[in-house]
């Protein structure tokens, strides 16, 4: 049984950061690729930030330069790093992996920037 736990989320300051981190059981991690998604209220899923089992990592636009993307197989974890962080950046936030085509969810951790 595959599972995503999701940790780190919580409330944070404009321009502050914050850093997540989501461990995976039940899949072999190594070859997953795994990803950071999005979804702030009345609005459609986004991508964040992924990287592959090659460890390439790509980035939604909204969030270049400001989040960084990681993995740790030895961990099966994969970390998103998230500074100046913006009222925007509101949003419950999802861990994906992808295996063999198919795609695994965790139960997402919310993310509030306010002051």
């Known amino acids: 049984q595959v599972q995503l736990v999701e940790s780190g989320g919580g409330l944070v300051q404009p321009g502050g950061s914050l850093r997540l981190t989501c461990t995976a059981s039940?899949?072999?991690?190594?070859?997953?690729?795994m990803g950071w998604y999005r979804q702030a209220p009345g609005k459609q899923r986004e991508l964040v930030a992924l990287i592959t089992n090659g460890n390439s990592p790509n980035y939604g636009d909204s969030v270049k330069g400001r989040f960084t993307i990681s993995r740790d197989n030895a961990k099966n974890s994969v970390y998103l790093q998230m500074n100046s962080l913006k009222p925007e950046d509101t949003a419950v936030y999802y861990c994906?992996?992808?295996?063999?085509?198919?795609?695994?969810w965790g139960q997402g951790t919310q993310v509030t920037v306010s002051s």
């Open positions: 039940g899949i072999r991690f190594s070859i997953a690729s």
């Open positions: 994906n992996a992808v295996m063999f085509a198919r795609n695994y």
